[in-house]
C-alpha cells in the first residue's frame, strides 16, 4: 500500500528564470524511457523537472526508478508519485543535477543545499551526467561568486581548518543555519565549511579531500558531463 502522499514543495525559496529552468525540465524529461533508473540532484531546476518527469511517467504509464541525492529530493519523487529506489540495489541508466558555478572546461562547484557528497557519489555511479544550468551560472574561473563547500566531521573541525588555510584557503565560513541555531547539519551529520581559494586549479579537489576529517567538497573537477543551458 502507498502513502496518500500529499504535494511536497521541495523548493522553499523564491524561483529565478522559472520560464528557462521549466524549458530545461522539459528537455531533461524527453531523455526519459520506461524502465530507467535516473539520479536525480538538489535544487530549484530539479524540483521543476522532478514534477515535469513525473507527469510524463503518469500519462506514459512508464517503469522509472528515481535514485535521489538527498532527502529532500526522496520527498519530492516520492509526492510526485515516482518510485524511489536505493544506489545499494540499482544503477542509475543516467542522471541529472544542477550546478552553483561551471566554469568553460565543464568543471563545478556544487553544495549551496548541502547534498554534494551523495550528488557526487550519484555521479560516479552514472555513465552519463547531465548538468542542467542558466546562464547566470556560467563563469570565467570557479569561485567568481561561490566557495567552495567543504562537508567536514564536526570533531575534525579545527585542524581542517587549519589544514585549510596550508593549501591556499583566504577564507574559511561554517555555514549557519537559518532555521535553527548554530551550524547548518548535514544529512550525514557533518558541518560545512564555505572556502574561498585565491587560486582554483586540478589539484585542489584532491588536496582538500586529503585532508583527515573531509568528507567530500563541492568542488567536481574533471567531470565527464553534458552541460544542458537554458535557452
Not at 529532500?72 to 552553483?100: I, N, R, Y
Not at 555511479?125 to 566557495?147: M, R, T, W
Request: hydrophobic share 45%; proline share 4%; glycine share 10%.
Amino acid at each position: 500500500m502507498n502513502w496518500d502522499a500529499k504535494t511536497y514543495n521541495s523548493w522553499q525559496g523564491t524561483v529565478s528564470n522559472r520560464d528557462a529552468k521549466e524549458e530545461l525540465g522539459r528537455r531533461i524529461a524527453a531523455k526519459v524511457e520506461d524502465g530507467h533508473v535516473i539520479g536525480v540532484g538538489s535544487g530549484s531546476t530539479a524540483a521543476i523537472a522532478i514534477q515535469i518527469i513525473a507527469e510524463r511517467v503518469r500519462v506514459e504509464r512508464m517503469r522509472v526508478t528515481a535514485i535521489c541525492t538527498s532527502a529532500e529530493v526522496t520527498l519530492a519523487c516520492a509526492a510526485a508519485g515516482l518510485a524511489v529506489g536505493s544506489l545499494l540495489a540499482l544503477c542509475p541508466d543516467w542522471a541529472f543535477d544542477g550546478a552553483d558555478e561551471v566554469d568553460p572546461q565543464r568543471n563545478l562547484i556544487k553544495g549551496r543545499g548541502g547534498a554534494m557528497f551523495l550528488e557526487k557519489v550519484v555521479m560516479q555511479a552514472s555513465p552519463k551526467n547531465y548538468i542542467l544550468v542558466d546562464q547566470s551560472k556560467l563563469v570565467q574561473k570557479l569561485g567568481e561568486k561561490f566557495a567552495v563547500p567543504v562537508e567536514v566531521l564536526p570533531l575534525a573541525f579545527r585542524v581542517v581548518e587549519r589544514e585549510l588555510a596550508k593549501i591556499g584557503a583566504t577564507e574559511v565560513s561554517p555555514r549557519i543555519a537559518v532555521k535553527k541555531d548554530g551550524p547548518v547539519i548535514t544529512e550525514n551529520g557533518n558541518f560545512i565549511l564555505d572556502v574561498r581559494f585565491a587560486q582554483i586549479g586540478p589539484a585542489l579537489e584532491k588536496d582538500i579531500n586529503g585532508i583527515p576529517g573531509v568528507i567530500d567538497s563541492g568542488l567536481f573537477w574533471g567531470r565527464d558531463v553534458e552541460l544542458m543551458v537554458a535557452r
